[in-house]
């Protein structure tokens, strides 16, 4: 019987969910009930503007899954019925996830860490990190989305580099081919992840949700196809209180406050002046 931990802390906007399954934040189902909670938590909250995902400590982000998990899914359809389809599922719900996620890589990120990693829109690494998919070294592969979502990171010949060979890169070089999008100091991921969310926070969040969806969808429409989902998008976007805000602001030469009370950010009876501080931990068992 194993038990993981992923707790959630909401403040001034910014959903910070930490895993913690000591030492390495190694991955099992518990994990995956956890974050479908904080999810769940997060989306039901209008406040919140980015979430953050990151390790407890300085070791890992997420150094892939409990091997142990491995013996006991040994019949046929049992992996991709009790670990792989609620993974895939649940990951899917990340990447589509209408606000943006941020990637805080603290630690070691490996297997279904990276895999976890490359749903998020944004990812931080710190310097003296090792990302990898060593799965092959088990006699699997990365199954729960890792395949495709980094090839779209870094194309095909580097994703099959790195997940044929099994061997992991350093922050510099994931910075380099793409797959991270900032390198930060030791210690420092969590940082500059929050001044990455305090320029997000100040952004339009409907039209960064259309924004990204029409990204999303690049590797899977026809360019027919995009033109027609990335003008639905922007007829939207256009006829939006976002879009009139920026019109007001930019005709008057001020900043504009996509965060002030509106029809399209803050729920009846929550000022935005009022920051929003809860701490919620979920603990469930394998």
Do not use: Y
């Not at 992840?193 to 969040?205: F, G, K, N, S, T």
């Not at 990204?212 to 209180?241: G, N, P, W, Y």
């Not at 935005?272 to 701490?279: A, G, I, L």
Request: with cysteine; proline share 6%.
């Amino acid at each position: 019987m194993s038990s993981a931990h992923v707790r959630l802390t909401i403040t001034e906007g910014v959903a910070t969910v930490v895993f913690d399954n000591p030492p390495l934040h190694v991955w099992n189902a518990a994990m995956t009930r956890g974050l479908a909670a904080a999810l769940d938590t997060v989306e039901g909250d209008a406040s919140v503007g980015v979430v953050i995902l990151t390790g407890a400590g300085d070791r890992a982000f997420c150094a892939g899954s409990d091997i142990a998990e491995f013996a006991t899914m040994r019949a046929p359809g049992e992996a991709v019925a009790r670990k792989l389809r609620p993974q895939h599922e649940l990951f899917a719900r990340l990447a589509s996830f209408p606000r943006p996620v941020i990637a805080a890589l603290n630690g070691h990120t490996l297997g279904g860490g990276l895999e976890i990693a490359v749903c998020c829109d944004l990812i931080v690494a710190e310097e003296q990190i090792s990302i990898g998919s060593p799965e092959i070294r088990l006699g699997v592969f990365p199954s729960s989305g890792g395949t495709f979502r980094v090839a779209r990171r870094i194309g095909a010949g580097r994703a099959k580099e790195m997940q044929l060979l099994g061997e992991q890169v350093d922050a510099a070089t994931a910075l380099a081919w793409g797959l991270v999008n900032r390198v930060a100091p030791r210690g420092g991921a969590v940082g500059v992840a929050r001044e990455l969310a305090a320029v997000l926070l100040r952004r339009p969040p409907r039209s960064l949700a259309l924004c990204k969806s029409v990204i999303d969808a690049a590797h899977d429409l026809t360019e027919e196809e995009l033109i027609e989902r990335s003008l639905a998008a922007s007829d939207e976007a256009f006829t939006s209180a976002e879009s009139a805000e920026g019109v007001r602001a930019f005709l008057a030469k001020r900043a504009p406050d996509f965060r002030a009370p509106s029809d399209f950010l803050t729920p009846p009876g929550r000022s935005v002046e009022q920051p929003v501080e809860r701490s919620v931990e979920k603990e469930t068992h394998a």
